[in-house]
Structure formats: structure tokens, C-alpha cells
């Protein structure tokens, strides 16, 4: 499961940087950037990346 969960936080890492999310959201946090008006074309949390999976999981797979 760890190898899997590297490639997915690489492909959201990727889709930040296509979008420029990452770049956006570092200058908006610095104070850089103003912030994004509220009302875009994407439900609220969309952009946020997915939780990691729990640490329960990790063990059974190594068993």
C-alpha cells in the first residue's frame, strides 16, 4: 500500500502544479497574493488534497 500511496501523493502533487495551485496558495499564505474570490466554478474542499489513508492500514500490509 505504501508504494500505491506515493504514486497517488505524486499524481495530486502533479495536478497542483498543472493548475498552479501550489505556487498560488504558498504566495497566498506568505501574504503575496490576494486570496481567491469565494464563488469559483468548483464546490468548496474540492482543491484541498485527500486525507491520508489511517496509519491502521500500514501494519497488515508488511504482515
Not at 496558495?25 to 468548483?42: E, N, T, V, Y
Given at each position: 500500500?505504501?508504494?500505491?500511496?506515493?504514486?497517488?501523493?505524486g499524481?495530486?502533487?502533479?495536478?497542483?502544479?498543472?493548475?498552479?495551485?501550489?505556487?498560488?496558495?504558498?504566495?497566498?499564505l506568505?501574504?503575496?497574493?490576494?486570496?481567491?474570490?469565494?464563488?469559483s466554478?468548483?464546490?468548496?474542499?474540492?482543491?484541498?488534497?485527500?486525507?491520508a489513508?489511517?496509519?491502521?492500514?500500514?501494519?497488515?500490509d508488511?504482515?
Amino acid at each position: 500500500m505504501g508504494a500505491r500511496y506515493d504514486r497517488l501523493k505524486g499524481h495530486v502533487a502533479e495536478q497542483y502544479e498543472r493548475r498552479g495551485r501550489g505556487r498560488e496558495r504558498a504566495d497566498r499564505l506568505d501574504g503575496l497574493a490576494p486570496a481567491p474570490p469565494a464563488s469559483s466554478s468548483q464546490p468548496a474542499g474540492s482543491e484541498e488534497a485527500p486525507p491520508a489513508p489511517s496509519t491502521s492500514e500500514e501494519p497488515a500490509d508488511d504482515a
